[in-house]
Structure formats: structure tokens, C-alpha cells
């Protein structure tokens, strides 16, 4: 049987959810890139948890790394390095698109999200894309 429920204090203090969590595994979104959520940019709301405040009104940073060959450093001898462990470490990472010279990408230090859990706030989400 379905309930409805009301606030006693009424509506003045409803509010939506803006609450995101960390996903412990790479979840590319529909285009392959893996979506990296700048933690300076949302406020902790657990201390034992990732789960992040986007505050009122929504808003957050998210990194989008695309699916390449990196490294952390700009020569094919240094160890390849994965689009998750760019999310977790953040700074400096390179790749060398076909025909070019190696290209810098700056990953700000964050936690992995899915795409399917930032799709509600599609709108207040500054995504950049590597």
C-alpha cells in the first residue's frame, strides 16, 4: 500500500538530496571516459564514507579522462598508468596522441563517479574534458 508522508515543519524544510558517492571501480559513461570528481569542489557529508555534499545549489568539478596510452612521465619507457589510479593520485600524466609530440593532462585529485550518478544534476556539473 503506497504512503504518503509530510514533513510536520512543512515544506520550508524539504529538500532534494545533493548527496553523490565514490564508486570503488572504473565506470566509464556512455562515451568510454572515466569520470573523476574533484573533491576540492563538494563538501564532505560523511567522515567514514565517500560521499559528497553538492551543496545547495548543486554544483561540482568533474575531470573526464578519456580512454589512452599514459604515462606519468613523457616517454613510452615509463611505466603506463590506468584512468583510475590518475583520479585517486591526481597531477601530472602525458600521452602521445599518433603523428604528435606528447601532450601534458593535469588530473585534479578526486574520486571515481559514475555517469549514471551524476546524471540528476547534469546541468550544475562543469565537466573538463582530457
Not at 508522508?5 to 559513461?29: F, K, Q, W, Y
Amino acid at each position: 500500500m503506497p504512503v504518503i508522508l509530510t514533513l510536520h515543519s512543512g515544506a520550508a524544510l524539504a529538500r532534494s538530496s545533493n548527496l553523490v558517492s565514490a564508486t570503488p571501480v572504473e565506470s566509464p559513461d556512455a562515451s568510454g571516459r572515466t569520470l573523476c570528481l574533484d573533491t576540492d569542489s563538494v563538501y564532505p557529508a560523511s567522515e567514514t564514507q565517500e560521499i559528497y555534499d553538492l551543496g545547495e545549489p548543486p554544483y561540482a568539478r568533474v575531470t573526464a579522462i578519456n580512454e589512452r596510452d599514459y604515462h606519468r612521465l613523457p616517454n613510452k619507457g615509463a611505466d603506463g598508468v590506468g584512468e583510475g589510479t590518475m583520479c585517486r593520485e591526481g597531477g601530472l600524466f602525458y600521452h602521445k596522441p599518433a603523428g604528435s609530440s606528447w601532450q601534458e593532462v593535469n588530473v585534479p585529485r578526486g574520486v571515481l563517479v559514475s555517469a549514471t550518478a551524476l546524471t540528476s544534476f547534469a546541468s550544475e556539473i562543469v565537466i573538463t574534458d582530457l
